[in-house]
């Protein structure tokens, strides 16, 4: 067991090089997987889910299933559907969310509701759903199954109460952190979980796995709702101030309205319902959000949930694979420097 305390931000320049060099040769069977799973007699299938699949994405979420698999010591194969079914549920997930959210951009490429349509776009999600299960049966093991199903209905539960939350300027801070909880680190904790599952490892060890998936994907998704406010579209693979425009009451503006005078809550109130999301608007946010230094908490937030998922490492052995799982998490913090 090691007892090294890593603290966050002790590297320079953190890449995801190491845990993509690490499980690069169980990469290319998941990718195998992928390719063929997605593969129907009913071309648009393919066609529309290998758009978003070769989209540029660098597999996080199966890349986790995979670097924990190999820092537990497994050496089985059981863990490559698992893996595969973790990013069907992803990208399931990303085809309906941009539906909802009426999106163009997604990695920097056009999303497949522009150029296939709504209903395309949630019925080929529909279908890599029920891929990811059929690979979770293969994998023969009840609770994996569990673990994954009940993320991915957590993942909805997410989905839905982020939508009633869109445009409520009285989100609390609590609700927000319940819907990136549910939304996206749900199912890092369950790719990184499900390893320790089919290693036949202690619950112990599972629920070490659990919580720095999940701190990890806080961190993650708090990263992301800063950038919307100090980014463009070429680094996002998104268009800059989607958020904003959608009326999505992201912890920097949740930060930024609680700390504004009367003018600049009233501007908070007309723009989250709608009513000024004009490009200078855009701009006056932006500008409301640095000066209330609503953009650095929110950073210093994703650096303490990164910071505890690190520490859930810390009872297993220093090995390569741990080394590589902490820089992740440095990179995934890193993202908005």
Not at 69 to 85: I, S
Not at 213 to 240: E, P
């Amino acid at each position: 067991m090691s007892a090294t305390v890593h603290r966050l931000g002790s590297r320079t320049q953190p890449s995801l090089d190491p845990i993509m060099a690490l499980v690069a040769q169980d990469m290319n069977l998941v990718n195998a997987v992928i390719l063929d799973r997605m593969q129907s007699e009913i071309p648009l299938i393919p066609e529309l889910a290998g758009h978003l699949i070769a989209g540029g994405g660098k597999r996080m979420r199966p890349m986790l299933t995979l670097a924990s698999a190999r820092l537990l010591g497994y050496t089985g194969t059981r863990h490559h559907k698992l893996a595969a079914a973790v990013e069907f549920i992803h990208t399931a997930t990303l085809l309906h969310d941009d539906v909802v959210d009426s999106s163009d951009l997604r990695r920097g490429r056009r999303t497949a509701n522009i150029i296939w349509g709504n209903p395309a776009s949630v019925l080929v999600g529909d279908f890599l759903f029920s891929r990811s299960f059929e690979l979770m049966v293969e994998a023969e093991s009840l609770k994996a199954l569990r673990i994954l199903s009940g993320a991915s209905a957590i993942i909805a539960e997410g989905e839905v109460n982020q939508l009633t939350a869109v445009r409520r300027i009285d989100l609390s801070e609590d609700r927000y952190l319940d819907i990136i909880g549910a939304k996206t680190a749900a199912l890092f904790a369950a790719a990184c979980r499900v390893a320790a599952v089919v290693a036949e490892r202690p619950e112990a060890e599972e629920l070490a796995l659990d919580a720095y998936g999940r701190n990890l994907g806080i961190a993650f998704q708090l990263v992301d709702d800063a950038i919307d406010y100090v980014s463009d579209a070429s680094t996002m693979g998104k268009d800059a101030g989607d958020d904003f425009r959608e009326g999505k009451m992201t912890l920097p503006v949740i930060l930024a309205y609680a700390r504004g005078n009367e003018a600049e809550r009233a501007f908070w109130k007309e723009a989250i319902s709608g009513r000024r999301i004009a490009d200078e608007d855009f701009a006056e946010a932006i500008r409301l959000v640095r000066s209330c230094r609503a953009v650095d908490d929110t950073l210093a937030r994703a650096r303490h949930y990164g910071q505890r998922a690190i520490d859930a490492l810390g009872g297993f052995r220093a090995c390569e694979a741990k080394d590589a799982m902490v820089e992740a998490v440095e990179f995934a913090v890193a993202r908005a420097y």
